[in-house]
């Protein structure tokens, strides 16, 4: 029987420093909207297995799962909570509890309940603006420099993908880790302003900082509120821009190398050798091994057992790669300075186990095997399948469900098909198929993978009629060339499965800009009223 706590207990485990995993097994636009713990993070009962051993690797680590407490949606004993405690329990994971009274149990008892993702991280970029005053530009002012033709560069410290969707003309992509790494290739000049930008906040700050804790020379300042700012600005962003960095010099690496010495003196970062991390990977705490690199030099070849998370984006969503909270972490990249840049900041959080592997691999050391994707032993179900072209011929008879995001949904989906959140599937596919009349029934995911998960609760559901998967997802079907709709045509499910950024909004763009970025600076005395955190910002 799964083991119950009540909020009490988990938020004394929250102020006392147990390791354990806190999770929110709620779809992420719920999450997101009707509000959580802090230190709640998400797995979403639907794609529960492609998630959690990235965020779990050791089957061994408390676990304690939380829904929404309310009785019309999450039955006491059968709710969400409860049935991915069951999931996990099957998939190896050995000490597993329920909060009882989910979410509405957390905020009747009084305890601060917070909107919004990735909270923490964002939350500590506020503590960390506030604590430093971080230079900061306004985008009309920032305009008036690069109009009078100021000796500036902008860095946009965001992956690329979010880079070429949209920027600051004239900006360089320069990812979070990579400022400090790489800086002195786009700023050799003393004189030079440096400029640094993200799509709101958060990257914009940590960004700037971290040049500042480096020890830059230059003058460094945060673009406030990123590209949102410039939008509301009036101002126009630049679309499919792909300048990024290239090798780095040796101007650049002698600074960095000389930045991450200083750093690493400051604020006593522990540096281990493969002996060491042997001696951690015994200690029984659950370990996370994280390659901090770029993706593209992640890909060409890694330690095995190291997962990909790039030194900015850990920082920014530490909750999508670390699942345990007071785990040990150690990092690694090919010379020290971005992991242990990354490691100051993540000590800072409130990550006190926090190690940095400073080895050399030798040759034939590294793997470019792919990260795997679920615990030993698991496999996935292996339903019926059928062809686009099949599906494209029995459309009539056939009830059509998209297990995609609502999101990816809106912008292309299989004529006719309904969307469905997989976790409702037991509620939603029966009166579908009373509604239809539908003869049989093809569950549709972006590769396949979603749906087959589904597969066997689908069938549970549809009573004797059959259940396929489309062979090769939506992916096959678009690349079949055939016909797609687009919009929120068919919804099962609101569209609450998960998190719409500001500029993913078809209306009120700028409002909805306007209403994160607010949400953003409140976080700071919402975090001091929960007195769960634990920042300690370091002053340059």
């Known amino acids: 029987m799964t083991q119950k706590l009540d909020v009490a207990q988990v938020k004394a485990m929250l102020k006392d420093g147990t390791v354990f995993a806190f999770h929110d097994v709620r779809e992420e636009g719920e999450f997101s909207t009707q509000g959580h713990p802090l230190f709640a993070t998400p797995l979403p009962l639907s794609r529960l297995e492609p998630r959690v051993f990235a965020l779990l690797p050791d089957p061994r680590t408390r ?28 998939m190896g994971y050995a000490n597993v509890a329920v909060m009882t009274g989910g979410l ?12 919004g993702v990735n909270v923490p991280s964002k939350a500590f970029g506020e503590v960390v603006e506030h604590a430093n005053d971080t230079p900061r530009i306004d985008a009309a002012d920032l305009q008036k420099l690069v109009d009078a033709g100021t000796d500036l560069v902008i860095l946009d410290s965001r992956p690329f993908p979010e880079f070429n969707n949209m920027s600051i003309p004239g900006g360089v992509d320069c990812p979070g880790a990579e400022l400090v790494y790489r800086v002195k290739d786009f700023a050799p000049r003393p004189e030079t302003l440096v400029v640094v930008n993200c799509a709101g906040r958060t990257r914009s700050i940590i960004g700037a900082q971290s040049l500042i804790n480096a020890g830059l020379p230059n003058k460094v300042i945060a673009l406030k509120n990123g590209t949102m700012g ?21 101007e650049a690496a002698r600074f960095a190398q000389a930045a991450a010495a200083d750093l690493s003196k400051r604020l006593a970062i522990r540096k281990i050798d ?41 920082v920014q969503a530490t909750d999508q790669y670390v699942g ?7 990092l690694h990249d090919n010379d020290g300075v971005r992991a242990t840049l990354t490691a100051h900041w993540l000590l800072q959080m409130g990550w006190d186990d926090v190690h940095v592997l400073a080895h050399q691999p030798a040759a034939g050391e590294l793997t470019t095997a792919p990260e795997p994707r679920f615990p030993a032993g698991f496999a996935l179900p292996r339903p019926a399948t059928v062809t ?4 494209q011929k029995s459309l009539g008879e056939t009830l059509v469900v998209d297990l995609d995001t609502s999101l990816r949904y809106r912008d292309g989906h299989v004529p006719g098909a309904w969307f469905a959140v997989r976790a409702n599937l037991a509620r939603t596919l029966p009166g579908l198929l009373v509604q239809t009349g539908a003869r049989q029934v093809v569950l549709v995911s972006p ?27 939506m992916k096959a079907w678009r690349d079949a060339g055939l016909a797609i709709e687009t919009g929120h045509t068919h919804m099962a499910d609101p569209p609450t499965d998960v998190w719409y950024r500001p500029y993913d909004f078809k209306d009120n763009v700028e409002a909805a800009m306007r209403q994160y970025l607010e949400w953003e600076v409140d976080l700071v005395p919402q975090v001091e009223r929960d007195g769960d955190a634990r920042f300690t910002v370091l002053k340059r």
């Open 104 to 115: 509405k149990a957390w905020r009747d008892a009084g305890y601060e309940v917070f909107t």
């Open 324 to 330: 345990a909270r007071n785990a040990t972490i150690v």
């Open 63 to 90: 676990i304690v799962l939380m829904d929404s407490g309310d009785a019309a949606v999450d039955p006491p004993g059968t709710g969400r909570a409860n049935r991915a405690a069951a999931k996990l329990t099957q």
């Open 388 to 391: 686009p072209a099949e599906l």
């Open 274 to 314: 493969k002996a060491g991390l042997a001696a951690l990977e015994k200690n029984g705490k659950p370990l996370y091994r994280l390659d901090v690199r770029d993706p593209a030099e992640y890909a060409t070849g890694h330690l095995p057992g190291f997962r990909h998370a790039a030194g900015g984006q850990l």
């Open 447 to 473: 590769d396949s993978e979603i749906a087959a998960l589904a597969a066997p609760e689908a069938a549970a559901a549809a009573g004797n009629l059959p259940v396929a998967v489309l062979a090769g997802g």
């Open 230 to 250: 410039w939008h509301l600005a009036g101002l126009k962003v630049a679309r499919g821009e792909t300048k990024s960095f290239g090798p780095q010099g040796p």
